[in-house]
DNA sequence: CCTACCGATCGGTAGG
DNA sequence: CCTACCGATCGGTAGG
């Protein structure tokens, strides 16, 4: 009886602990940034002690690591990108996922801090922001090039620029935002620079 | 004679001493942020010991307003800025200021760590980026402003949309270029964007 | 400007 | 999972 109970039990408890340290961790890394935030207060937040976090993650590394991994395979945005089709479709999805981060600051707050950390090449998540940066390039290339090639991006557009300059766009203006978010209309920019390049509006 | 060489003396080596801090401080921001940084570390590069450099600046506030400060001022840019009249020459003095920064990428990552650390509320440089972001968006906007005015916009460009995305292209180019430089033109991106809201060429 | 120190906090380990 | 601990590092102070 009792055997049954705590093994099981034991188990359910062990990944429900681990959901309660992921999520702590990614509210404490929003609001201090990977180095600035520290396993005693993720560990406080997620009732336990630091040394039972480490039971979890060993080390503080481990736990960034499993916060990153965690996002990208929860992310059902990021399925559904890569299966739409090239075009205005995954577009529009790009501003779905703009107008959802600004109802959640905390996961806005959490890249914005983490990708400027991640700038240095031995920060612990340089390779990670790598990777993510070069495959939000790539799908928002594909989708421009496939509209130019139906003729349906203005005259003199680079599909090329233009995908860089996008991706660059909602990284900035969430920093502008976050800073001082009765000044700026993220949405509204960024669906004005994508009418912008097309010649006809998005929707 | 020597209290008089050794007042003078004092007073430039002072001087003097105060620039190595602050080199030391920038160059320390930009590799670690503000909250990632130690005095000791600043200090060591300055040639002089923690509890000197407190000598200097009492506080570790103190030295990142005096950071801040000491950019400000010294940034002659900044005066053209507001001395140039609106229009086609100020948007050709921001892509100078960004063909500077891809030339000393050290300022850029001081700029780019501060400022995502400062989106926290109660970050010592929060208002300054306030101030600085508000800034850089009424420089550019009186810009636009003005070339719509004058026709200088393509039909449907909206000046204010505009300004907004041209400042946080530039913040959101630069964490990409630190990040992955050789795939990223960020002048190049700047001009195509300034390019193709305007209805010629910008040079 | 330095030596010497303080209390606080950090990530990680030992040993249950 | 916890208690108890380690060595390292932090910002700041005292006292010269």
Redesign the pocket.
């Known amino acids: 009886m009792m055997g049954a109970v705590s093994a099981t039990g034991g188990y359910l408890?062990?990944r429900l602990?681990r959901q309660?340290i992921l999520g702590a961790a990614i509210e404490v890394y929003a609001e201090a940034g990977y180095h600035g935030?520290?396993?005693?207060?993720i560990?406080k937040r997620a009732?336990?002690?630091?040394?039972?976090?480490?039971?979890?993650f060993?080390?503080?590394?481990?736990l960034l690591a499993a916060v990153l991994e965690h996002r990208d395979t929860q992310d059902a945005d990021r399925e559904r990108f890569a299966t739409t089709p090239p075009g205005r479709e995954v577009l529009r999805r790009f501003i779905t996922l703009a107008e959802h981060n600004v109802r959640n600051p905390g996961v806005v707050d959490l890249y914005a801090r983490l990708a400027a950390e991640a700038v240095a090449a031995d920060h612990p998540a340089h390779e990670y922001f790598q990777r993510h940066y070069r495959t939000a390039r790539d799908i928002a290339l594909k989708s421009f090039q496939a509209l130019a090639d139906r003729g349906e991006l203005r005259d003199g557009v680079d599909p090329n620029a233009t995908a860089v300059a996008f991706i660059a766009l909602m990284d900035g203006l969430q920093v502008q935002w976050l800073t001082a978010a009765e000044d700026v209309d993220l949405v509204g920019i960024l669906k004005s620079f994508v009418d912008n390049v097309l010649t006809s509006p998005l929707d």
Chains 1, 2 share one sequence.
Do not use: F, M, N
């Not at 009732?47 to 979890?56: C, E």
């Not at 060993?58 to 481990?62: C, I, L, M, S, V």
């Open positions: 408890k062990g602990r309660d935030s520290s396993l005693r207060e560990a009732g336990i002690t630091h040394a039972g976090l480490i039971y979890y060993p080390t503080k590394e481990a």
